[in-house]
């Protein structure tokens, strides 16, 4: 069987016209995420909630029973879809965030979270576009550290602290 | 700060959680403000993760009872083999003893906490369709509340939780996760243990 060179031709077009978009799908930049870290300590020593928290203190009111809470850092950092990125946070605890791959509104991504040398928890979520997921729990200074832990694949993210006017203790 | 040649050694036995605490502290602090070895642990990451995904995982649905199958076609001696059936039949006869025992118990255990409501369940009169007919206020009034908390709330979606996660690894026994889908939070509390 032999196929006439008009035949060839037209198959080598169509098989062209296939793979063109995924050949510019693969050239395509990785997405990007960006990740927004708040570390807040907080505590029962009725000082209120820091100004600075304004966005997330009705969540932060809502979700715990403490009467201050204060913000004691502010990260962000932004990374392609497969590559880690590190935060250093207060209290000694350095975080890891790995965006994975951006499944609709979702974000899927590992988070390890280490207590000084220690690796306290690994996790691997979908997070939502512009969700927060909160990690809570280990002592700081006075009271108990609260990390909140925002993704993004856009520009902006709504439930962030202030971030020019956020410092780290 | 080490240098990257040194940390390139050790991110492979990093990722897999085998170094030495002071090892672990000096790649991740190092990972913290290295871009080019935190590259490459991703790539560690990401090609460990392929991996694990791709190794075929063998078929082990009746590989016991197979084994057990042909261990009991070995060939036993004429002893062993009298001695394997006599263990069978007194098993056999302990065990019909021991369920009819057990049957009989659960009986007479059903029979004797069963009693009291039985009378009650007999005796039933207009107390008891008060209690109901309040107990039915009471549901209402906690619907009436339920659905009055549930107005003043934000106007997030219920089932929207804003994480879904897959997997989560900790030392701490403590942990506790819960969704709050009204707030579109998702919690993980660590407690400190003692």
């Given at each position: 069987?032999?196929?006439?060179?008009?035949?060839?031709?037209?198959?080598?077009?169509?098989?062209?016209?296939?793979?063109?978009?995924?050949?510019?799908?693969?050239?395509?930049?990785?997405?990007?995420?960006?990740?927004?870290?708040?570390?807040?300590?907080?505590?029962?020593?009725?000082?209120?909630?820091?100004?600075?928290?304004?966005?997330?203190?009705?969540?932060?009111?809502?979700?715990?029973?403490?009467?201050?809470?204060?913000?004691?850092?502010?990260?962000?950092?932004?990374?392609?879809?497969?590559?880690?990125?590190?935060?250093?946070?207060?209290?000694?605890?350095?975080?890891?965030?790995?965006?994975?791959?951006?499944?609709?509104?979702?974000?899927?991504?590992?988070?390890?979270?280490?207590?000084?040398?220690?690796?306290?928890?690994?996790?691997?979520?979908?997070?939502?576009?512009?969700?927060?997921?909160?990690?809570?729990?280990?002592?700081?200074?006075?009271?108990?550290?609260?990390?909140?832990?925002?993704?993004?694949?856009?520009?902006?993210?709504?439930?962030?602290?202030?971030?020019?006017?956020?410092?780290?203790? | 700060?080490?240098?990257?040649?040194?940390?390139?050694?050790?991110?492979?036995?990093?990722?897999?959680?085998?170094?030495?605490?002071?090892?672990?502290?000096?790649?991740?602090?190092?990972?913290?403000?290295?871009?080019?070895?935190?590259?490459?642990?991703?790539?560690?990451?990401?090609?460990?993760?392929?991996?694990?995904?791709?190794?075929?995982?063998?078929?082990?649905?009746?590989?016991?009872?197979?084994?057990?199958?042909?261990?009991?076609?070995l060939p036993q001696p004429v002893?062993?083999?009298?001695?394997?059936?006599?263990?069978?039949?007194?098993?056999?006869?302990?065990?019909?003893?021991?369920?009819?025992?057990?049957?009989?118990?659960?009986?007479?255990?059903?029979?004797?906490?069963?009693?009291?409501?039985?009378?009650?369940?007999?005796n039933r009169g207009p107390h008891?369709?008060?209690?109901?007919?309040?107990?039915?206020?009471?549901?209402?009034?906690?619907?009436?509340?339920?659905?009055?908390?549930?107005?003043?709330?934000?106007?997030?979606?219920?089932?929207?939780?804003?994480?879904?996660?897959?997997?989560?690894?900790?030392?701490?026994?403590?942990?506790?996760?819960?969704?709050?889908?009204?707030?579109?939070?998702?919690?993980?509390?660590?407690?400190?243990?003692?």
């Amino acid at each position: 069987m032999t196929l006439r060179s008009g035949s060839l031709a037209s198959l080598i077009i169509a098989l062209t016209a296939f793979a063109m978009p995924g050949f510019a799908h693969a050239q395509a930049k990785p997405k990007q995420v960006t990740v927004y870290i708040d570390s807040v300590m907080a505590a029962d020593t009725n000082e209120g909630t820091d100004p600075r928290l304004a966005p997330m203190s009705a969540k932060l009111r809502g979700l715990f029973g403490f009467s201050t809470y204060s913000l004691i850092g502010h990260n962000e950092g932004q990374t392609d879809c497969g590559k880690m990125v590190a935060f250093i946070l207060p209290g000694g605890k350095i975080l890891h965030v790995q965006p994975r791959a951006i499944d609709g509104d979702m974000i899927a991504m590992e988070i390890v979270l280490f207590d000084g040398t220690r690796p306290m928890m690994t996790t691997d979520l979908k997070l939502k576009n512009n969700g927060t997921l909160i990690v809570g729990g280990p002592r700081y200074e006075q009271g108990m550290m609260i990390i909140s832990i925002g993704a993004s694949t856009g520009e902006s993210h709504p439930m962030q602290a202030t971030p020019a006017e956020a410092n780290t203790r | 700060m080490a240098e990257c040649g040194e940390i390139s050694m050790m991110l492979g036995a990093f990722e897999d959680s085998e170094l030495e605490p002071n090892e672990m502290q000096e790649v991740a602090f190092h990972l913290a403000r290295c871009e080019s070895c935190t590259g490459i642990l991703g790539d560690y990451s990401t090609l460990g993760r392929n991996l694990r995904s791709i190794a075929p995982e063998p078929k082990l649905a009746g590989f016991s009872s197979a084994v057990v199958a042909r261990v009991e076609r070995l060939p036993q001696p004429v002893l062993t083999r009298i001695e394997r059936w006599l263990w069978r039949q007194a098993h056999s006869v302990g065990s019909g003893i021991a369920w009819s025992g057990a049957v009989a118990a659960v009986a007479v255990a059903t029979i004797i906490l069963m009693t009291p409501y039985a009378e009650q369940f007999a005796n039933r009169g207009p107390h008891s369709t008060t209690s109901i007919a309040e107990t039915g206020h009471e549901a209402a009034t906690a619907a009436n509340q339920v659905a009055q908390a549930t107005a003043s709330e934000p106007t997030m979606a219920d089932n929207d939780s804003h994480a879904d996660i897959s997997r989560l690894e900790s030392e701490n026994h403590s942990v506790a996760v819960w969704s709050e889908p009204r707030r579109g939070t998702t919690v993980i509390w660590l407690p400190d243990q003692p």
